[in-house]
């Protein structure tokens, strides 16, 4: 289930289904422009996962890649290696020693569980040992490999095999330890509550990925920092270490980079833009003026 926790985070509120309708001729795109004393900063809204035959990347995307010298990403997925998220799963999502899943869960709960994992071909033997934040990230997994989304065809990935062709260079803004932590300190409540809302909407996966995706396409932010305000009030104590957090967290290195003197593409979910405490509103409190591309 290599980088399935990340793709997760965006299946919250970041996926969509990538039919290509008739575009503005001059549509905004998810991608911004942030100018220092001498280098830019392109800020990418991005999408996890796509569909192989909808893969095509905004318009913006192009024009920040080729002004950019390198690529900065989350997790930098041109030197991490799918067993190193694998191996830190295991070691932090495992349920302790004694416990049953069965247990864990409650009969109900294990019964819906069970129901989901048989329509999506997953057998139960691979949820056994895992924490339930855990179950719900390879639950959702599935649910997207189901409807056809490809993670080789994610716009990070595509642009990791685009830098490594052009030989420019990779980065990342965190590690897995930053990325994933926030969900191994969910309470084993909020845990639960997470597997609950994974099972109640994977029958909506489809209709809400369209709704998203098509917001991304568009770069509208309102729409975006719409379902941001959403997911924050239907569930803080998930999305303040999920996303306000990492934010900040994110926002010295990539004023550094404002403050040096490479252009360089910084590609994050989309959902980390937008809203009150979004990149785009942090950069503008600290003096920064964005510019959305076409």
Sequence with gaps: MARAATRWL???GLLGSLTLNAAQPRAASPVWAVHGPHATVYLAGSVHLL??????????FEQAYEDSQCVVMEIDLGRIEPAQVASWIERHGSLPAG?????VLGEPRYARLSAAAATLGAPMEVFSTQQPWVIA?????FEYQRLGYDPEQGAEEQLVRRARADHKSTDGLETVND?????????????????DQTL????????????????????????LSAILSKEYRDFPTLYQPLVTVRNQR???QIERLLQGDKNCMVVVGALHLVGRNGLLELLHRDGYRAQQLH
């Design 179 to 195: 990325e994933l932590g926030g969900l191994e300190l969910l309470s084993r409540e909020d845990q639960l509550r997470v597997l």
């Design 99 to 103: 416990e049953q899943l069965r247990t």
């Design 10 to 12: 965006l299946a919250l």
């Design 250 to 252: 994110w926002l010295p």
């Design 200 to 223: 109640e909407e994977l029958h909506d996966a489809p209709s809400d990925m369209r709704t998203v995706l098509a917001a991304w396409r568009r770069g509208d932010a309102a729409t």
């Design 51 to 60: 569909k192989a035959q909808d893969a095509l990347l905004p318009a913006g």
């Design 137 to 141: 990230v390879e639950l959702a997994e």
